[in-house]
């Protein structure tokens, strides 16, 4: 069992930068990956970023360029700095950890609760 809790949400203006953190804890194996996925009212869940030994990093086109992933696996940290913050970046950002590298909320097998990002414009 993997507990994941996210910190860091909150109301930003346009332009403005957000760090999210997830915090994990429990067997470590079913953090080989861990991601960020968001979702927007009436929208479903869609993938953000994605990090892992085999794929290194990868972002969604949408946040490329402005979105940075990280992890410190001696503190079983998870993070994403948020720069250039958007309307439509508002979502509540959740983070997820799996055992194989993957766009699909489906294939991810533990969850935060999420943390609320609203960017005004």
């Known amino acids: 069992q993997v507990q994941l809790v996210e910190s860091g949400g909150g109301l930003v203006q346009a332009g403005d930068s957000l760090k999210l953190s997830c915090t994990a804890s429990?067997?470590?194996?079913?953090?080989?990956?861990m991601a960020w996925f968001r979702q927007a009212p009436g929208k479903e869940r869609e993938f953000v970023a994605i990090i892992s030994r085999d794929v290194g990093r990868i972002y969604a086109d949408s946040v490329k360029g402005r979105f940075t992933i990280s992890r410190d696996n001696a503190k079983n940290t998870l993070s994403l700095q948020m720069t250039s913050l958007k309307p439509e970046d508002t979502a509540v950002y959740f983070c997820?950890?799996?055992?194989?590298?993957?766009?699909?909320?489906?294939?991810?097998?533990?969850w935060g609760q999420g943390t609320q990002v609203t960017v005004s414009s």
């Open positions: 997820a950890s799996g055992f194989g590298p993957s766009y699909r909320s489906q294939d991810y097998t533990n």
């Open positions: 429990g067997r470590s194996d079913s953090l080989y990956v």
